[in-house]
T-cell receptor, first 119, second 111 residues
C-alpha cells in the first residue's frame, strides 16, 4: 500500500513570495490533515478536511494561508505572501475517519513532509 | 486549552540501557498516541492508548496510560541505535479527530 505522498520535499523562498505544497493521501482515506512543525516543536494542526469539506481550520492563518481539496482526494496548501516565521516542516496526514471502517481509533498516517525555508 | 508536556526534552543513553519518556496532560486524555520521527521524515505511528491503566507493547517498546488518564509513559528495553529519533505524544484535540502534540523527546543511543 502506497503511503502519503508530498511534494516538494524541500523549498527555499524569499519573504513575500508565494509557495504551494501538494499532498496525495492514502487511497480510500476520507480525512486529510495539514500540520505545521516548527523546529523543536510538535506538529500543530492547520486544517482538516473530510472528503472535500473543511472540518477544522481554526488554527489556519487565513490572511496568508489557504488550502483546498477540490475532488476529495489530493490537496494543496498555499502560503501567500510568506513570512520568515513560516519556516517549518509542513506535514500532511490522512486517516480512515469518515469512511466505513472498523478501525476503533483515528490512526493518522503521515507523509515525509515539505521543509520550507523563508529567507 | 489542553497542553501536553513531555520529559525529558532530550536523552542520551548507552546501547542496551533501558529508558522511559513521559507525557503529561493538563486535561483528561481520551486518546493518547505515540509517534516516532526521524530527522527529515514524517511521523511513524507506534501505539494508541485509550483506557485508564491500559498497557501496550510492540517489540521492545511499552506504553502505559495511567488510571487517571492524565499521564502516559513510553518505556524502551535494551535500547538500540535504531531506536534513536524524536518521540512525540499526541492527544485527541476534540471530537473532530485531530491531534495536539507535545514538543517531543529527542533520543540518542550511543553504540
Amino acid at each position: 500500500e502506497a503511503g502519503v505522498a508530498q511534494s516538494p520535499r524541500y523549498k527555499i523562498i524569499e519573504k513575500r513570495q508565494s509557495v504551494a505544497f501538494w499532498c496525495n493521501p492514502i487511497s480510500g482515506h476520507a480525512t486529510l490533515y495539514w500540520y505545521q512543525q516548527i523546529l523543536g516543536q510538535g506538529p500543530k494542526l492547520l486544517i482538516q478536511f473530510q472528503n472535500n469539506g473543511v472540518v477544522d481550520d481554526s488554527q489556519l492563518p487565513k490572511d496568508r494561508f489557504s488550502a483546498e481539496r477540490l475532488k476529495g482526494v489530493d490537496s494543496t496548501l498555499k502560503i501567500q505572501p510568506a513570512k520568515l516565521e513560516d519556516s517549518a516542516v509542513y506535514l500532511c496526514a490522512s486517516s480512515l475517519r469518515g469512511t466505513f471502517s472498523r478501525t476503533p481509533y483515528n490512526e493518522q498516517f503521515f507523509g515525509p513532509g515539505t521543509r520550507l525555508t523563508v529567507l | 486549552s489542553q497542553e501536553l508536556e513531555q520529559s525529558p526534552q532530550s536523552l542520551i543513553v548507552q546501547e542496551g540501557k533501558n529508558l522511559t519518556i513521559n507525557c503529561t496532560s493538563s486535561k483528561t486524555l481520551y486518546g493518547l498516541y505515540w509517534y516516532k520521527q526521524k530527522y527529515g521524515e514524517g511521523l511513524i505511528f507506534l501505539m494508541m492508548l485509550q483506557k485508564g491503566g491500559e498497557e501496550k507493547s510492540h517489540e521492545k517498546i511499552t506504553a502505559k496510560l495511567d488510571e487517571k488518564k492524565q499521564q502516559s509513559s513510553l518505556h524502551i528495553t535494551a535500547s538500540q541505535p535504531s531506536h534513536a529519533g524524536i518521540y512525540l505524544c499526541g492527544a485527541d484535540r476534540g471530537s473532530q479527530g485531530n491531534l495536539i502534540f507535545g514538543k517531543g523527546t529527542k533520543l540518542s543511543v550511543k553504540p
